[in-house]
């Protein structure tokens, strides 16, 4: 079934996933907070899950600074909590499905060589993250793939996306690939995904065994989510999460993409923001009811 649907308020999940990166700010006590009420709301569940995927970058006491301040914030969740250090298997397969469908190629480009050959198009075709990667490596031919391998090159996976597309269109059994949003002043309206705004994504890099894309997917069908909520700057990823849910035939759940948490200056919150991290506004003795108002929820 390609249509996405709403979730019913009985069974409904959501889910804070932060990146042990970093400590939290205001905009993710805001999103934390967030979820936590819709689920309260419903009389449904609240996930934690940590997003770990990224070994060089994410650090033990950012993880155990994490779950101490939604505690403090109020915040409770069910045991155990995903992490997806331990999800790596099931990345690999789901990479191994979308491989034997030809969904995927080898992309021998460095960033450098990819600036370098849209710089030299002159014009390139822009989505949501910037200019489009130009399908360089999309037309070699499976010997020379296979010939750069066993030479050593480094490599990317990217998802064919036109190819994914017209697979996905073929494999609907009713209907165009929607979903549903609940944000964004959309209420519950069908949203057709348009996943070519995105090109030809990565999936997986030699040190990253899966793109945010593609874990966020499988980890949330795997949680059982039936809504995911999340800063509106993440809705146009939802145009590719969705042909993802199609291609793996997995559970679609709905989506509120909800406004971003900004500074005086109307920037929206960074980890380098440690001004506003929940730890920071902590030492400077603000308390837990303080802390949710300045993010929006003067109730946990």
């Given at each position: 079934m390609m249509q996405g649907s709403a979730p019913s308020p009985e069974t409904l999940v959501t889910r804070f996933a932060p990146s042990p990166t970093g400590l939290l700010h205001l905009g993710h006590a805001h999103a934390a907070l967030f979820a936590g009420r819709v689920a309260r709301a419903a009389g449904g569940r609240f996930l934690l899950r940590i997003e770990d995927i990224d070994q060089g970058r994410c650090r033990p006491e950012y993880e155990a600074a994490i779950t101490e301040d939604l505690r403090w914030l109020g915040l409770d969740w069910e045991e155990p909590v995903m992490r997806q250090r331990g999800r790596f298997a099931a990345y690999g397969h789901a990479l191994d499905r979308l491989r034997d469908r030809g969904l995927l190629y080898p992309c021998f480009c460095t960033r450098k060589e990819i600036q370098r050959e849209i710089a030299g198009a002159g014009q390139a075709p822009h989505g949501p993250d910037g200019p489009l990667y130009p399908g360089t490596c999309r037309g070699l031919g499976e010997d020379e793939r296979q010939a750069r391998i066993a030479a050593g090159r480094a490599y990317a996976l990217r998802l064919d996306t036109t190819?994914?597309?017209?697979?996905?269109?073929?494999?609907?059994a009713v209907g165009p690939l929607t979903w549903i949003e609940h944000g964004r002043g959309l209420d519950g309206?069908?949203?057709?995904?348009e996943p070519h705004i995105h090109g030809d994504v990565v999936l997986a890099r030699k040190d990253v065994p899966a793109?945010?894309?593609?874990?966020?997917t499988l980890d949330d069908a795997e949680q059982g989510i039936t809504l995911v909520t999340r800063g509106e700057d993440l809705a146009p990823a939802t145009h590719i999460h969705r042909l993802l849910q199609a291609l793996l035939d997995?559970?679609?759940p709905a989506w509120h993409h909800h406004a971003l948490i900004a500074d005086a200056a109307g920037r929206r919150l960074a980890k380098r923001d440690d001004a506003r991290s929940i730890r920071s506004l902590r030492e400077q003795g603000l308390s837990a009811a303080e802390?949710?108002?300045l993010a929006g929820f003067p109730e946990p």
């Open positions: 190819k994914a597309m017209a697979m996905a269109v073929a494999m609907a309206a069908a949203v057709p995904a793109s945010y894309h593609l874990a966020v997995l559970p679609v802390v949710r108002r």
